[in-house]
């Protein structure tokens, strides 16, 4: 049975004018997601636009949002009598989540929390579960038998999101470093990262000096790609597993698992038996679970 949410995770506006739509928005660093559903609940449209992340700004949000809504081409479609429900990201920080409130356009009633809780939600229909997510970053999320959220992780690129496409990459760099100073055997990963950064030590230092997030996380695939020659790849494989096992026990020891994100879904059979016996297919996408939070009765009471 779908939960009511701890209120202290929403933040709602509603201006009391009539729903005509209800619309779920996901929003993210590259792009925002929209599904939209008439009166009466029937998925009526769908619209992608550039990312609407707050960190990349509120008035960049907001009109990716209007631009997702204008490209699901919905007949009749009037923002100021839709009910959005918005999971953004950067909405855990005060600031960013402020300047969303101040930069809202007229609209019947919106409901904002994380990208995360409305990946969450669509992958349980809005029941107790778990999301270990693995892409760029990584994180594990649960909402509890009380409608309560924990989450585990997603500390950043910089010091953590172990398991991740970022910190694999980051550790297929130290690889190559060590292979280039003769710490370590020069094998295929070391060859690869090579390939791709450059093979002088000057090569090596500018790549990290400008690689950021995204930089390191393009390296990853050459991990997974020379695993079978090279056991330093095959040992990065295993170690980003058992981090991603530990994120998932320390989130929730039992609920359903899903998983999320192209690097859970590759290291999935490295995954302890014990994590492979909690594991569930997802229900639904994060839009979906954005639209859920929207239509539920105590979101307005929020």
Do not use: N
């Not at 991990?223 to 990065?236: H, K």
């Amino acid at each position: 049975m779908p939960l009511s949410l701890d209120p202290r995770l929403l933040t709602v506006r509603d201006s009391g004018r009539p729903v005509r739509h209800w619309v779920g928005i996901d929003g993210g660093g590259t792009r925002t997601r929209a599904l939209v559903a008439d009166a009466e609940g029937r998925i009526v449209g769908r619209g992608e636009a550039g990312a609407s992340a707050l960190g990349q700004g509120a008035e960049q949000a907001w009109r990716h949002i209007a631009e997702a809504l204008h490209a699901a081409a919905v007949p009749g479609l009037d923002l100021a009598h839709c009910a959005l429900g918005l999971g953004l990201s950067g909405t855990g920080v005060p600031a960013q989540l402020q300047a969303l409130l101040d930069h809202a356009p007229a609209v019947a009633r919106f409901a904002v929390v994380t990208d995360g809780l409305v990946a969450l939600l669509g992958a349980h229909g809005g029941e107790a579960g778990a999301l270990l997510i693995s892409g760029t970053g990584s994180v594990a999320e649960a909402l509890l038998p009380d409608g309560r959220r924990r989450m585990v992780g997603g500390w950043g690129w910089q010091i953590g999101d172990e398991g991740s496409g970022a910190w694999l990459g980051q550790q297929a760099m130290k690889v190559a470093q060590a292979a280039h100073d003769g710490r370590a055997p020069d094998g295929a990963l070391a060859q690869a990262v090579r390939a791709v950064a450059g093979s002088s030590r000057e090569a090596l230092l500018s790549y990290c000096a400008q690689a950021g997030q995204a930089g390191y996380a393009q390296l990853a695939p050459l991990v997974f790609e020379s695993a079978t020659d090279d056991p330093a790849a095959a040992a990065l494989l295993d170690q980003a597993a058992s981090a991603l096992d530990a994120l998932a026990a320390a989130v929730h020891p039992t609920l359903p698992l899903a998983l999320a994100g192209s690097i859970a879904q590759r290291l999935a059979p490295r995954l302890s038996p014990a994590l492979q016996a909690r594991r569930v297919e997802p229900r639904g996408e994060p839009v979906a679970g954005a639209l859920w939070l929207i239509q539920q009765p105590a979101t307005t009471a929020a």
